[in-house]
């Protein structure tokens, strides 16, 4: 990806953009046991929750994640300067979902940034959705006494998380097509 378009002057780079929710509330999951013998666990039922907003860049598999307390165009925007900020060099061609808050009036797009709204209703073409759904399965069955437990279970499952594991769940063959032409 060290080609450039004839409009930008930065190398170009490919990232996936959403938001996830994660919770106290447990995470169900599937149990191998003996034939007749039905699992049990403890479940918490609390309602206490924060969101993460990342992005993944599938060609490498890096990876930038921020926490915020909910969903809307002011954390967007937040997110969207610390990631510009992170990675100065480059121009990003970022894929996100069509969230109001994403396109809101207010939003103002660094200049090193290109947003790529996905088709509507499609989050199945988003490969960031499958990054939440690992991240997720890797809760399956814990409960966490507070929100800031999670929290630092989570910091540490994501700065573990190998950029290979990344970049295997996301880089689709249509993408790694993609790419070729940046």
């Given amino acids: 990806m060290g080609r450039y378009a004839p409009f930008i002057d930065k190398p170009l780079k490919f990232w996936c953009q959403d938001e996830s929710r994660f919770g106290l509330k447990t995470y169900p999951g599937r149990w191998i046991t003996n034939k007749g013998v039905k699992p049990i666990s403890d479940k918490q039922w609390k309602r206490e929750a924060y969101w993460l907003y990342g992005a993944v860049e599938p060609l490498t598999g890096d990876s930038f994640y921020m926490e915020f307390s909910h969903v809307d165009g002011n954390c967007f925007q937040v997110f969207l300067e610390f ?69 630092d279970y989570m910091l540490t499952l994501i ?24």
């Avoid at 207010?106 to 499609?122: A, R, V, W």
């Avoid at 190998?162 to 940046?182: D, G, M, Y």
């Fill in 83 to 151: 990631f510009s900020k992170t990675y100065p060099k480059e121009h990003h061609i970022m894929q996100i979902d069509n969230a109001a808050f994403h396109t809101g009036k207010k939003i103002t797009i660094p200049e090193n940034i290109s947003l790529l709204p996905q088709p509507p209703h499609s989050p199945e073409t988003n490969p960031i959705e499958r990054i939440w759904a690992w991240y997720k399965s890797q809760l399956k069955h814990l409960n966490f006494d507070n929100l800031q437990e999670l929290k």
């Fill in 159 to 182: 700065e573990n998380t190998l950029p290979e594991r990344i970049n295997s769940l996301t880089f689709w063959p249509h993408i790694q097509e993609a790419v070729k032409c940046l």
